[in-house]
């Protein structure tokens, strides 16, 4: 095949679709960051001292990364999986003695003139490697052989950031557990997990030994009803004593915790503490009513009421901009981009390029969610922003790598088993 006829393919094959969605975010995000720290003695959108013109740069770069993916075998990365998880991982390390202090957090390496999180580049190669092994063949994640290397590979990279102090960026990999389940994860992981974090909501809720006393009285309903189960009234009875034990690990961790972030627990339970933060990016978003207050209009956002309004509360500069409608119309935005990756997920004839896809779809999905919780205060502030749209170039570097290889392997899809 001649070198045009295969670059003709090549963007035949490409979806252009989810291009196009990735453009739309990029460039509505770079507006509203420069709404969100907009000067009158400073308006050039694109001056590099402003946030507006250093993520324009990250766009552009950005732009040229994806094009670069575009045009590189996807089979390099499923070959080289491993071992770009590796090099991550030894940087991941690295950082933690070399580092760069940013903001009280030594997560941060410099390159040149700018600063990168290995943290963000972790997803993609965690992404790659939870793909790579479960696109092995005859690995089954219902096998626990299988079901534990897995967790391992998604847990390790997660492990070290925790060892960083940067547990929301940490928490992030535990999204990875939703592509899980649609390669076969079985279902009671996701009732213990949920019985789990509700168990750990109420014992921060609860005095811990009438919380436990309360776990008794569920358990001895239960032995009541199965009492002539000898077998089963003891499961039960073992599960009440692990309950038991774990409220007081909730209790022993929470004190051990950072004060911002027992902050920031507290908040969402409504135990009182610091919700400055919240409280103002309510403020906002409640204030643009049903169409907003008009870009660069926006009052909450130009007396700087909002901490952090151009990375992890943007979306509250949205909402006092462009009201409900505007939210929603970016909410629209992104569940079409998610539904789209979905879609082609499930077109791949390679079970690799479908558990990335997968892969790509929980990380960006749990960004979107939890930082949107965060900006309503829904979900407790744990510093991750959305896709995108806020102010960062390691993050969007990571996330137009993540998208643009998946992009990649789908106009390769029909190459598959060639």
């Not at 052989?145 to 925790?162: V, Y």
């Not at 900006?375 to 993050?395: D, E, N």
């Amino acid at each position: 095949m001649s070198k045009y006829k295969k670059e003709e393919q090549l963007s035949a094959n490409i979806d252009w679709i989810m291009v196009l969605l990735y453009l739309i975010l990029i460039i509505f995000g770079w507006t509203t960051i420069y709404s969100a720290v907009y000067q009158e003695e400073n308006q050039n959108i694109f001056s590099s001292l402003s946030r507006s013109g250093k993520q324009f740069q990250w766009m552009i770069a950005s732009c040229i990364m994806g094009f670069i993916l575009l045009i590189v075998d996807s089979k390099f990365f499923s070959t080289f999986a491993y071992v770009i998880y590796t090099v991550m991982c030894v940087a991941l390390v690295g950082v933690i003695f070399f580092g760069v202090e940013i903001k009280g957090q030594q997560n941060w390496i410099r390159i040149g003139g700018f600063q990168m999180q290995p943290s963000e580049l972790a997803k993609v190669a965690a992404c790659l490697a939870v793909a790579k092994y479960l696109g092995t063949l005859n690995v089954d994640i219902r096998k626990w052989k299988d079901k534990w290397r897995t967790f391992a590979l998604a847990g390790l990279p997660m492990l070290i950031i925790i060892v960083q102090g940067d547990a929301g960026s940490a928490i992030v990999f535990v999204a990875l557990v939703l592509a899980f389940f649609r390669e076969g994860l079985e279902p009671y992981f996701l009732i213990v997990g949920t019985t789990v974090a509700v168990i750990s909501v109420l014992a921060l809720l609860i005095p811990n030994y009438i919380f436990i006393g309360i776990l008794f009285g569920v358990a001895l309903l239960f032995v009541y009803l199965f009492w002539r189960n000898k077998s089963t009234v003891k499961i039960i009875l073992g599960l009440w004593v692990i309950a038991s034990a774990y409220v007081f690990t909730v209790d022993y961790t929470f004190s051990k915790l950072k004060s911002h972030q027992k902050d920031r627990i507290n908040v969402l339970l409504g135990k009182g503490g610091n919700d400055w933060n919240i409280r103002q990016s309510i403020i906002a978003i409640g204030s643009g009513g049903p169409i907003g207050k008009g870009y660069l209009q926006g009052t909450q956002t130009k007396l700087k009421f909002v901490p952090e309004q151009s990375t992890d509360f943007i979306f509250s500069s949205i909402g006092e901009e462009f009201g409900f409608v505007g939210c929603t119309l970016l909410i629209g935005v992104f569940l079409a981009l998610f539904y789209r990756i979905l879609f082609l997920a499930e077109r791949q004839r390679s079970k690799f390029s479908r558990v990335y896809g997968y892969c790509v779809a929980s990380i960006l999905f749990f960004h979107f969610l939890i930082n949107i919780g965060m900006a309503i205060g829904v979900a407790p502030v744990i510093g991750i922003p959305l896709p995108f749209i806020s102010y960062g170039g390691s993050s969007l570097f990571s996330f137009t790598i993540l998208l643009f290889l998946f992009i990649r392997m789908d106009s390769q899809r029909m190459e598959a088993f060639r």
